[in-house]
C-alpha cells in the first residue's frame, strides 16, 4: 500500500505550482549561487525536486542539474517543462533512501520537505541524509530546509496550517503533534490535477536543530550552520526562532 507521500503526489503535478510554498524559487536560487560563488562548475543534485522548479532555474542560469524523486507524475511535469525551455536537466525517479551516487556532486539541495522529513520512521529520514553526504565530494556542501521542532513547543500548528490553507489547495484538519515523537499527525486534503478530492493521513516529523547538527556530524559534515527559513529569502542573517515554521540547514564536509 502506497504511502501518504506517495498518494499525495501522483497527479497532483499541476495543482503543486499553483501552492504558495512554490512562489520563493527566484529567491532561493539567488541564494543558493551566492552560496557556492556563482561558479558554474559546480555540480548540483536536487533530490526530491518535484516538478523541478529549483532545477529548472538553476538549469537556466548555467549549471548543471539532477534532479531525483519518487513521484513519476511530478518528474513527468518537470521534463515538460524544462523542454519547453529547451534545457537539458537529468532527471531521474529515484527513491531518496536508496544509494545511488558517491562522491559526485559539488552541491546538494533538498528544499520544502521534497523527502526529509517525511518518511514514516526516523531512521529512513536518516538515510535520506546519508545518502545526501555519500552522493558530495570533499569540501561538498549540502543546503535544505526541514520543519522546526522549536515551532510546535510554542505554537499552534493547526492554526498556522489553517491560515496556510487559505492562501493554496491544500486544507488541513485533526492535527495532533506528539511530544515524544515530535511528530504531527494530520488528515490533509487536496483536489488533484483531474479534479478528484483526496484525503491522506499525514505524518510528518519536526527536528530540533540540535537533532540536525547531531545526525549531520555523524555522517562527516564539518561545519553546520542553522537559520530561520524565510520564503524566497533564505539569508545567513536569520537567525532561526521559535516563530520560524522551517528551518535552513547549510552544513558542508
Given at each position: 500500500?502506497?504511502?501518504?507521500?506517495?498518494?499525495?503526489f501522483?497527479n497532483?503535478?499541476?495543482?503543486?505550482?499553483?501552492?504558495?510554498?512554490?512562489?520563493?524559487?527566484?529567491?532561493?536560487?539567488?541564494?543558493i549561487?551566492?552560496?557556492?560563488?556563482?561558479?558554474?562548475?559546480v555540480?548540483i543534485?536536487?533530490?526530491?525536486?518535484?516538478?523541478?522548479?529549483?532545477?529548472?532555474?538553476?538549469?537556466?542560469?548555467?549549471?548543471?542539474?539532477?534532479?531525483?524523486?519518487?513521484?513519476?507524475?511530478?518528474?513527468?511535469?518537470a521534463?515538460?517543462?524544462?523542454?519547453?525551455q529547451?534545457?537539458?536537466?537529468?532527471?531521474?525517479?529515484?527513491?531518496?533512501?536508496?544509494?545511488?551516487?558517491?562522491?559526485?556532486?559539488?552541491?546538494?539541495?533538498?528544499?520544502?520537505?521534497g523527502?526529509?522529513?517525511?518518511?514514516?520512521?526516523?531512521?529512513?529520514?536518516?538515510q535520506?541524509?546519508?545518502?545526501?553526504?555519500?552522493?558530495?565530494?570533499?569540501?561538498?556542501?549540502?543546503?535544505?530546509?526541514?520543519?522546526?521542532g522549536?515551532?510546535?513547543?510554542f505554537?499552534?500548528?493547526?492554526?498556522?496550517?489553517?491560515?496556510?490553507?487559505?492562501?493554496?489547495?491544500?486544507?488541513y484538519?485533526?492535527?495532533?503533534?506528539?511530544?515524544?515523537?515530535?511528530?504531527?499527525?494530520?488528515?490533509?486534503e487536496?483536489?488533484?490535477?483531474?479534479?478528484?478530492?483526496k484525503?491522506?493521513?499525514?505524518?510528518?516529523?519536526?527536528?530540533?536543530?540540535s537533532?540536525?547538527?547531531?545526525?549531520?556530524?555523524?555522517?562527516?559534515?564539518?561545519?553546520?550552520?542553522i537559520f530561520?527559513?524565510?520564503l524566497?529569502?533564505?539569508?545567513?542573517?536569520?537567525?532561526?526562532t521559535t516563530?520560524?515554521?522551517e528551518m535552513?540547514?547549510i552544513?558542508?564536509?
Amino acid at each position: 500500500m502506497p504511502q501518504w507521500y506517495e498518494e499525495l503526489f501522483k497527479n497532483y503535478a499541476e495543482t503543486y505550482d499553483t501552492e504558495i510554498f512554490t512562489k520563493g524559487t527566484i529567491g532561493e536560487c539567488d541564494f543558493i549561487e551566492k552560496e557556492i560563488n556563482y561558479d558554474k562548475t559546480v555540480k548540483i543534485l536536487d533530490i526530491g525536486c518535484g516538478t523541478g522548479r529549483h532545477a529548472i532555474e538553476l538549469s537556466k542560469r548555467g549549471y548543471s542539474v539532477t534532479g531525483i524523486d519518487l513521484s513519476e507524475s511530478q518528474l513527468l511535469h518537470a521534463l515538460q517543462k524544462a523542454s519547453a525551455q529547451s534545457l537539458k536537466i537529468d532527471f531521474q525517479k529515484h527513491d531518496a533512501r536508496t544509494p545511488h551516487f558517491i562522491n559526485e556532486f559539488d552541491l546538494i539541495i533538498m528544499l520544502c520537505e521534497g523527502g526529509f522529513p517525511l518518511m514514516e520512521t526516523d531512521e529512513m529520514n536518516y538515510q535520506i541524509l546519508q545518502n545526501a553526504a555519500n552522493a558530495l565530494k570533499q569540501n561538498g556542501k549540502l543546503i535544505f530546509t526541514t520543519l522546526n521542532g522549536l515551532f510546535p513547543l510554542f505554537h499552534s500548528v493547526k492554526d498556522f496550517m489553517s491560515a496556510e490553507s487559505k492562501n493554496g489547495g491544500a486544507t488541513y484538519r485533526n492535527n495532533t503533534f506528539d511530544l515524544m515523537t515530535f511528530r504531527d499527525h494530520n488528515i490533509t486534503e487536496v483536489v488533484d490535477d483531474s479534479g478528484n478530492k483526496k484525503s491522506l493521513t499525514c505524518d510528518e516529523r519536526y527536528y530540533v536543530p540540535s537533532e540536525i547538527t547531531w545526525l549531520l556530524k555523524s555522517l562527516s559534515f564539518k561545519a553546520i550552520d542553522i537559520f530561520g527559513a524565510t520564503l524566497g529569502a533564505f539569508s545567513r542573517n536569520d537567525k532561526l526562532t521559535t516563530k520560524d515554521f522551517e528551518m535552513l540547514v547549510i552544513a558542508e564536509k
